[in-house]
């Protein structure tokens, strides 16, 4: 590899992580990139920050011609707490409360289970932005007893985990020197709860463990017992010597000083002699502009979904590509949504050279932003972008009351390799007009053959000056938008009425509103005819 082609893979955060692990791991055969969630209920877009944190490392990885094992974590062998809103049949789900979250029935009737329901709404949302991990389900591996040797480990050196775990805790919350630790916990294999306490270990496989719920006491063997499992600030670091995890990204609760993730550093050196995996803090995420209906849909969480209907698959990765991972920022559903867009079609722009770049590094980082950001390779035809931006195809939907085959139609110059992402643009735009966008955004065309069609209350003067307008649009073709705003200027002017009263009675005849887009570009994006037909009600 140049030294060019070093520099340019290093300007991306991604690829200066990817080198970090080369560097610190070596040259390996295999590059485990670890990420996972408990899923308690609906996963959010904060969550997906680390799903797609450790994609993007793993792109750079596998960009450096390393083989790379991508492995998400469903940590389904964890306690049901809390019944979430948005699930139907609360009374049912309060009654599974403190079993498995793998054990706790799907009350949707769509899937096997509760956890399984929260599975395959993410499952089913990855590979649309691009990402395809291996699947881990930890009730499974903890069933087939996997863990076997990972929890007598544990269980063997008790007191040393005792230490470790007390190490980072001050005085008021370490465990006392009389207090007895066990880092294993269980579901009693009769009522399913885990309402139980350790109570004899053998030194071996044996662990016995009694249900302070049910008051069955049981002799479990470490060999074939499904009920017993690690707590979670040891069952993690256990799972990295397991796995060989050697990139894992965590939150920064997770990852504040003397915090979960330094205590995981130790237990997998000192008790699993693994060293811990090359890790990095992401912030969390915001939203902004939210409506009403979209966070009431998925349970007061804004999910990957919820984004997808707003922002097309490239843009969803690109908010993430083109920010630090230990960066606070809020996604946007309110007016920002254009400048996103926009921000976005920009790096398209410079990515395929269309723009020219500051300077040479800009142009690296920009392109290398945008190569992260496609869900496949980086097309070789620079898809369409509307000119006047996102903004004007927003008015172009609007205009053809969301008609995405008749924008299509308006524009000529598309290509068919580029039609597809150009749709699903248009329907993330008309999915963002119509369900986000502020109310003086909006506008709809009116239409004189409509029943309840309504001539705007408009003065005779300003009747006048339609009329007028009327008598210019055999040109509209052919003039272009600064001359015909010019003409516009004019008949007002004519009519001894100011500009603004002569656009807003325009505004009102077209769309009922005091003021909408820039007129001239709009009576062009509406046509001669369709403009004939409303303005001639007036005459």
């Not at 692990?21 to 308690?40: H, K, M, N, V």
């Not at 698959?313 to 960066?327: D, H, K, M, Q, S």
């Amino acid at each position: 590899m140049s030294n060019n082609n070093e520099k340019t893979k290093l300007v991306h955060w991604a690829d200066q992580c990817a080198d970090k692990i080369i560097r610190e791991r070596g040259d390996l055969d295999l590059y485990t990139c670890a990420s996972g969630i408990t899923p308690s209920g609906t996963v959010h877009i904060g969550n997906f920050r680390e799903i797609i944190s450790v994609d993007l490392v793993v792109r750079a990885l596998r960009s450096r011609g390393k083989n790379v094992r991508f492995i998400y974590s469903w940590d389904d062998y964890d306690v049901f707490r809390k019944v979430p809103k948005n699930m139907p049949e609360q009374e049912t789900l309060e009654n599974h409360l403190r079993f498995p979250i793998t054990l706790v029935p799907d009350t949707t009737g769509r899937d096997s289970s509760y956890a399984r329901h929260h599975e395959v709404d993410v499952e089913s949302q990855l590979p649309r932005v691009g990402i395809n991990p291996e699947y881990l389900y930890q009730s499974e591996r903890y069933r087939a007893n996997m863990y076997t040797e990972g929890m007598k480990i544990a269980l063997q050196n008790r007191n040393r985990l005792k230490e470790i775990l007390n190490r980072y805790r001050d005085d008021a919350h370490k465990m006392s020197d009389d207090e007895e630790y066990w880092p294993t916990a269980a579901f009693c294999c009769k009522c399913n709860k885990d309402t139980t306490e350790m109570v004899e270990y053998d030194g071996e496989y044996e662990l016995t463990y009694k249900c302070t719920s049910c008051g069955h006491v049981e002799k479990a063997d470490l060999r074939t017992s499904k009920e017993i499992k690690l707590g979670w600030r040891v069952d993690w670091p256990m799972r990295w010597q397991f796995e060989k995890t050697l990139f894992e990204p965590a939150g920064k609760d997770h990852h504040s000083q003397g915090g979960s993730f330094d205590t995981a550093r130790l237990v997998a050196k000192e008790i699993y002699n693994w060293e811990a995996p090359v890790s990095f803090r992401y912030d969390f995420i915001g939203t902004k502009g939210l409506p009403g209906k979209m966070s009431s849909s998925s349970g007061n969480v804004i999910s990957l979904p919820d984004v997808l209907n707003v922002y097309q698959p490239e843009i969803a990765r690109y908010l993430f590509a083109g920010t630090r991972p230990n960066t606070e920022f809020s996604i946007s559903f309110d007016l920002d949504v254009i400048k996103t867009y926009e921000d976005y079609d920009k790096t398209e722009r410079i990515a395929y050279g269309v723009d020219k770049a500051k300077n040479d590094d800009v142009y690296a980082k920009e392109r290398r932003i945008y190569e992260l950001s496609q869900v496949d390779a980086m097309p070789e035809t620079m898809p369409y972008q509307v000119v006047g931006g996102f903004r004007h195809l927003c008015n172009l939907l609007q205009t053809n009351s969301g008609d995405i085959d008749a924008v299509v139609a308006t524009l000529g110059d598309i290509k068919p390799e580029q039609l597809e992402r150009f749709k699903t643009r248009c329907k993330c735009a008309w999915y963002w007009i119509t369900q986000c966008a502020p109310e003086d955004f909006r506008f709809a065309l009116k239409n004189p053959d409509a029943p309840d069609y309504k001539k705007a209350d408009i003065s005779e003067v300003e009747a006048n000056c339609l009329k007028q307008i009327c008598e210019i649009l055999p040109e509209l073709d052919t003039i272009e938008e600064k001359p015909l705003s010019q003409k516009l200027y004019d008949i007002a002017q004519n009519a001894g009425i100011e500009p603004k009263a002569l656009f807003t009675a325009t505004y009102q005849a077209l769309i009922g509103k005091d003021q909408g887009p820039r007129l001239a570009s709009f009576m062009k994006v509406i046509g001669k005819e369709r403009l004939e037909k409303i303005l001639k009600t007036y005459c």
